[in-house]
């Protein structure tokens, strides 16, 4: 059985900053991408990051450059997110998600398989 399990979420105030995780098991950890998604209330789930099976590549929103950062540690199955200069407009749920290797589409929702149940990030001014 797959579990993707996110925490680290909060409230912080704007300027701060946030490290989310993501704790894997059930599935070949090494070998997926692994990406984070965000959700604000009526609005579509948005990509946040993206990082390769390798590591090495990771890829990241407009929104989210210069401020985040995705890694993972695949002795620990974990993956992360740093977000700093964090902003009200960053008020979302944010969601950790697991799919096969390639590269295609790796911005999409509807191609990653595996779902965490999310954490709340919100960010107060």
């Known amino acids: 059985q797959v579990q993707l399990v996110e925490s680290g979420g909060g409230l912080v105030q704007a300027g701060g900053s946030l490290r989310l995780s993501c704790a894997a098991s059930?599935?070949?950890?090494?070998?997926?991408?692994l990406a984070w998604f965000r959700q604000a209330p009526g609005k579509e789930r948005e990509f946040v990051a993206v990082?390769?099976?390798?590591?090495?590549?990771?890829s990241y929103a407009d929104f989210v450059e210069g401020r985040g950062t995705i890694s993972r540690d695949n002795a620990k199955n974990t993956v992360y997110l740093q977000m700093n200069s964090l902003k009200p407009e960053d008020t979302a749920v944010y969601f950790c998600?697991?799919?096969?290797?390639?590269?295609?589409?790796?911005?999409?929702?509807?191609?990653?398989?595996?779902w965490g149940q999310g954490t709340q990030v919100t960010v107060s001014s």
């Open positions: 990082i390769l099976s390798s590591g090495d590549v990771a």
């Open positions: 059930g599935l070949p950890f090494s070998s997926v991408t």
């Open positions: 998600a697991a799919r096969g290797p390639g590269i295609a589409n790796l911005r999409r929702p509807v191609t990653y398989i595996y």
